[in-house]
């Protein structure tokens, strides 16, 4: 299930970047006594009362104003809004209500969202300062006092805010499909592949790159089970993206990677590998997903003697970090091919949710470490006790060690080789642990 988002909006200077650092526990967003620091949006992780969601902090929204990079603040302010479940409008006691707060008010009454007025800067300890009473007039029900200084009244503002989030069991029944996100820069046949997959034009199909602006869900069954396919914009290098409508399909496409179960990750057949495809690639593996690297667009290709063992070998080589993930040549013009992905999905995911017990793992542990033994330092060597498997999604196993200095990088990549041996762990990352032997953890 996607994570819950809450947008944090207001006219500049009250203080938003202040409260998101405070409620994210990290300063990730500029905080200067300033109107306008923060101009893109910025996005945390929080959990509150056993939710996890996602927080966004905006730049000030100024009502009306000629200025280009504020006019640019409130468009992005205004596409956090869209995405939001919940929004927190944040006001200065100091200053009471005005007529930008009123004004900020009506623009999110249009939204037809939850909004939850906190109003901040109240620092002081005793009595309510009598400029928060003002705030009731903005028409968004009762006002929550917060200091994003000291803390105070956050968990009364995190509990509004959980209280308003959608159900967890909305999505229970979606629960079986497998959710497939399509990634890769733009152009290379994302929305035509859907498109085949669905036998329906359920997306834009065009030449120009950047046609899908958005991250696109279709549900779609046959009889090799039921997925969810999510068509994802195209994402270029940072460099290149200067429209604020597609930093926020960037962000989109990166979200969809987030609640994917499977990505499938197209190159374009004509081009190869690219830098961006592999900072893409990058980010799914990163994200521990099941992969399979797709190439498109296989029927532009002239052929030759043992051209597809050529560019298996050179995305090997140029993605040698996703040395797991199977490849698949494929036409989402023509349709070769297309009809292997389903099977292909299918073993990833399964084996992205495999669990091994305990006792088969220490098997295997025990041979590997016959065959090769562990390495040592100036006389002493690695000892490893056991291993087990704490995680699924991708498979999370912890190796228990006298000594985790000795555990040398070549050894766990030894140690992951032989479990993809023997359990084969096809199409996805291995996390690998290591803890010594006295960690409190």
């Not at 990730?28 to 929080?46: F, L, Q």
């Not at 159900?167 to 497998?178: K, L, S, T, V």
């Not at 081009?271 to 997903?289: F, N, P, R, S």
């Not at 992969?291 to 995305?315: F, G, H, L, Q, S």
Request: aromatic share 6%; proline share 4%.
């Amino acid at each position: 299930m996607a994570k819950p988002v809450v947008a944090i909006v207001g006219r500049p200077n009250v203080g938003k970047s202040m409260l998101f650092n405070k409620l994210t526990g990290c300063r990730m967003a500029i905080v200067e006594d300033t109107p306008g620091v923060t101009r893109d949006r910025i996005y945390g992780t929080c959990e509150w009362n056993g939710r996890e969601f996602t927080l966004v902090d905006t730049g000030g929204i100024e009502p009306s104003t000629d200025s280009e990079m504020l006019q640019f603040m409130r468009r992005q302010a205004e596409i956090a809004i869209e995405t939001a479940d919940v929004i927190v409008m944040v006001t200065d006691v100091t200053v009471g209500m005005t007529a930008a707060d009123d004004e900020v008010a009506t623009m999110l009454k249009r939204a037809k969202k939850p909004v939850i007025v906190a109003v901040n800067k109240c620092d002081r300890v005793g009595g309510v300062d009598p400029m928060f009473y003002e705030f009731y007039s903005l028409g968004l029900g009762d006002p929550i006092e917060v200091s994003a200084i000291h803390g105070h009244g956050t968990g009364d503002l995190l509990d509004a805010c959980v209280e308003n989030f959608p159900e967890p069991g909305d999505e229970e029944e979606e629960e079986d499909r497998i959710k497939v996100a399509i990634i890769g820069k733009p152009n290379v046949g994302k929305s035509s592949l859907l498109n085949r997959i669905l036998g329906v034009e359920r997306v834009i199909v065009s030449n120009v790159a950047g046609t899908t602006r958005d991250a696109i869900d279709s549900n779609f069954e046959n009889q090799f089970g039921k997925y969810c396919f999510i068509d994802t914009a195209g994402m270029r290098r940072k460099s290149k993206v200067d429209d604020a409508i597609e930093k926020y399909s960037n962000l989109r496409s990166i979200s969809a990677i987030d609640r994917a179960d499977v990505c499938l990750i197209l190159i374009d057949a004509n081009e190869g590998v690219t830098e961006q495809d592999t900072k893409i690639a990058g980010l799914a593996h990163e994200a521990g997903k099941a992969c399979i690297i797709v190439v498109n667009k296989w029927d532009a290709v002239e052929k030759e003697t043992n051209t597809m063992d050529k560019m298996t070998d050179e995305i090997r080589r140029d993605l040698s970090y996703m040395s797991y993930a199977p490849v698949l040549f494929i036409s989402a013009l023509t349709g070769q091919r297309v009809d292997k992905l389903y099977q292909l999905i299918n073993e990833v995911a399964d084996q992205s949710a495999m669990r091994i017990t305990t006792g088969m793992l220490n098997n295997i542990l025990e041979d590997a470490t016959a065959r090769v033994q562990p390495p040592s330092d100036k006389g002493r060597r690695l000892k490893i006790y056991y291993m087990t498997q704490i995680g699924v999604k991708p498979p999370h196993f912890v190796a228990f060690c006298n000594d985790a200095r000795l555990f040398h990088f070549s050894y766990q990549r030894y140690l992951e080789n032989q479990l993809r041996t023997v359990f084969g762990l096809m199409g996805i990352p291995i996390k690998l642990t290591i803890r010594q032997k006295g960690d409190k953890e």
